[in-house]
């Protein structure tokens, strides 16, 4: 077995999140009930590139249970629980190359090292797999059956990919399914990004003002949550429907240079880049606290604000500060990366149930239906979707009711007026 980690004898702890995780993962239990009877995956290579958090340790076991031979890497430095991946290794027997906080080089010989099974296989979260196999023009590409992507990021990556003709393999937007991105994007970021910033800051959220940056299904989850929390939000958008929607969902909408001198705490979940940038660091009041959640660590322009600063400190773990000539101070969490998943656990166990039952799921599909698809970006099967929806809704015991045929008949006809 080959892996490469902090320190396998933390495993204890990780076991203990793992199982914490398991015991809130009711759809991929009941999966991995079957797939541990079937063996859907057996002798499939999986490559996966995801956080590695208690939650992608039990979808990994699923996997292994099917009878999938499975690498992991990281999908990004900060996010990585090292008990977990110790946990992974000792008592799981899966292979695991990350380690929290390591550098950009380390970052991608693990992604190497994840791929040198040669997968018929690949999951990525922000598809990063699939950009080095592309860009590295890595020679078992042609043989894959197919791939899976969990972000939004790494769904516009490879749909960029896909419109040049240069994907080699099939690929499934996971994050495109009703039962992943309604609630994993929404309610899961939502309180993780919440849930870090607190972690971080320990700051009192009631009566603050609060600026979210992008009011796709991430930025409205923020929002929600933060207003929950009793903050005064402002969002800014740079698409008028999105930014209509977010006026009538009640948030005051502006520019964001209009929102710099109001805000104190500022989120960016965009998915582009320098979102947050000098002129906007100029603007901001003293003490200003600026994170991000979305995907890669572009969104707050880093460099801009190195640029304007003539001091820079850790002030505590996960909040680094920067100060400007005039005095001011500017607190970046988490060096710009994901918050949720650098200060906190990331999204929820019961959340992430559904995100990681599409990805079970979309793996027993390629496995079968693979080698039938073109090189193309996929949506989930619609079958896949309603099944996870039906099983989480069994899982939290509740209920619903059915049509009449009365009902079908009325749905089905276009006779029947006044
Ligand atoms: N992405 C967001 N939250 C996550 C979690 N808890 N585990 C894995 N990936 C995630």
Same mark, same amino acid.
């Given at each position: ?12 702890? +990780? ?41 992608? =340790?039990?979808? =990994?076991?699923? *996997?292994?249970?099917? +009878? &999938?031979?499975? $690498? ?11 008990? @977990?991946?110790?946990?992974?290794? /000792? ?35 922000? =598809? ?27 769904? !516009?990556?490879?749909?960029?990919? &896909?419109?040049?003709?240069?994907? #080699?393999?099939?690929?499934? =937007?996971?994050?495109?399914?009703? %039962? ?81 001198? #109001?805000?104190? !705490?500022? @989120? %960016? ?6 979102? !947050? $940038? #000098? ?49 001011? /101070? ?6 710009? $990366? ?5 200060? &906190? ?14 990805? &079970? ?30 099983? #989480? ?9 059915? *049509?009449?045929?009365?009902?079908? $008949? ?9």
């Amino acid at each position: 077995m080959q892996y490469s980690i902090k320190d396998v004898n933390l495993f204890s702890e +990780g076991e203990a999140k793992i199982k914490w995780a398991m015991s809130n993962m009711k759809v991929l239990d009941t999966i991995r009930q079957r797939f541990s009877r079937e063996r859907p995956l057996e002798g499939v290579k999986i490559s996966a590139c995801l956080h590695i958090t208690s939650e992608t =340790a039990v979808l =990994a076991w699923t *996997l292994k249970e099917a +009878g &999938a031979k499975i $690498r992991l890497c990281a999908s990004n430095p900060l996010s990585t629980q090292d008990g @977990v991946a110790a946990s992974l290794v /000792k008592d799981y027997k899966i292979e695991v190359f990350a380690v929290r906080g390591e550098d950009r080089d380390s970052y991608y010989e693990h992604i190497k090292k994840a791929l040198e099974i040669e997968p018929d296989i690949t999951m990525d979260d922000g =598809a990063d797999l699939v950009s080095t196999i592309h860009s590295e023009n890595l020679s078992f590409a042609d043989n894959i059956l197919g791939g899976t992507e969990e972000t939004t990021t790494g769904v !516009i990556r490879l749909r960029s990919l &896909a419109e040049e003709n240069r994907l #080699k393999y099939p690929i499934i =937007a996971v994050n495109d399914a009703s %039962t992943k991105y309604l609630f994993d994007n929404r309610y899961g970021t939502g309180q993780s990004t919440i849930d870090g910033i607190l972690r971080a800051t320990n700051y009192l959220l009631s009566g603050c003002t609060f600026v979210v940056c992008g009011y796709g299904w991430c930025g409205r989850g923020i929002s929600m949550r933060a207003r929950g929390m009793g903050a005064k939000v402002i969002v800014c958008e740079v698409d008028a429907l999105r930014a209509l929607e977010a006026t009538m969902d009640g948030f005051w909408v502006m520019q964001l240079k209009e929102a710099c001198p #109001k805000g104190d !705490i500022f @989120v %960016t979940s965009t998915g582009n880049r320098s979102v !947050i $940038r #000098k002129e906007h660091f100029l603007l901001m009041k003293d003490g200003a606290i600026v994170a991000n959640s979305g995907h890669f660590d572009v969104e707050i322009d880093l460099e801009d604000l190195n640029d304007i600063a003539v001091h820079r400190k850790l002030t505590r773990e996960n909040i680094e500060e920067f100060k400007l000539k005039d005095g001011k /101070k500017i607190n970046v969490l988490c060096q710009g $990366r994901l918050v949720n998943l650098s200060a &906190a656990e990331g999204h929820p166990s019961m959340v992430m149930d559904m995100s990681f039952s599409n990805q &079970a799921l979309c793996c027993e599909y390629l496995t079968k239906e693979g080698k039938n698809l073109q090189n193309k970006v996929y949506e989930v099967p619609e079958e896949i979707d309603g099944e996870i929806a039906r099983l #989480k809704l069994y899982s939290m015991g509740i209920k619903i009711d059915e *049509l009449t045929q009365q009902q079908k $008949r009325y749905l089905s006809s276009w006779q029947i007026g006044t």
